[in-house]
């Protein structure tokens, strides 16, 4: 079941907003993941089992190892999953 009210739209907005911020997609990513995992520690959204799995993979595709840069093939994966969780928010 969806989260309603207001915080839970303005929580949505602000995923979407990150979303679409210039900058570095990966940077993006980090942001956007980091405001929805927030969200979700303060009950504003629901996390569902979709969103949990495209949370997971966005995590994967945001690894590296100290030192390391992530370029081209991190950022589009980032970009296809986030744009997957701003689907899947319309159920959280």
Same mark, same amino acid.
């Given at each position: 079941?969806?989260? #309603?009210? &207001?915080? +839970? ?14 900058? #570095? +997609?990966?940077?993006? +990513?980090?942001?956007?993941? =980091?405001?929805? #995992?927030?969200? %979700? =520690? ?6 569902? &089992?979709? @969103?949990?799995?495209?949370? =997971?993979?966005?995590?994967?595709? @945001? ?6 840069? @992530? ?9 296809? %999953?986030?744009?997957? %969780?701003?689907?899947? @928010?319309?159920? +959280?």
């Amino acid at each position: 079941m969806a989260s #309603h009210g &207001p915080a +839970a739209d303005v929580a949505r907005a602000r995923f979407r907003e990150r979303l679409e911020a210039k900058g #570095h +997609a990966v940077d993006n +990513a980090r942001q956007a993941a =980091a405001g929805l #995992h927030a969200d %979700i =520690a303060a009950g504003v959204l629901e996390r569902t &089992p979709t @969103l949990g799995l495209f949370l =997971a993979d966005l995590e994967r595709a @945001l690894e590296q190892d100290e030192g390391q840069k @992530l370029g081209g093939k991190s950022a589009e994966a980032a970009r296809f %999953i986030l744009r997957a %969780i701003s689907r899947e @928010l319309d159920n +959280a």
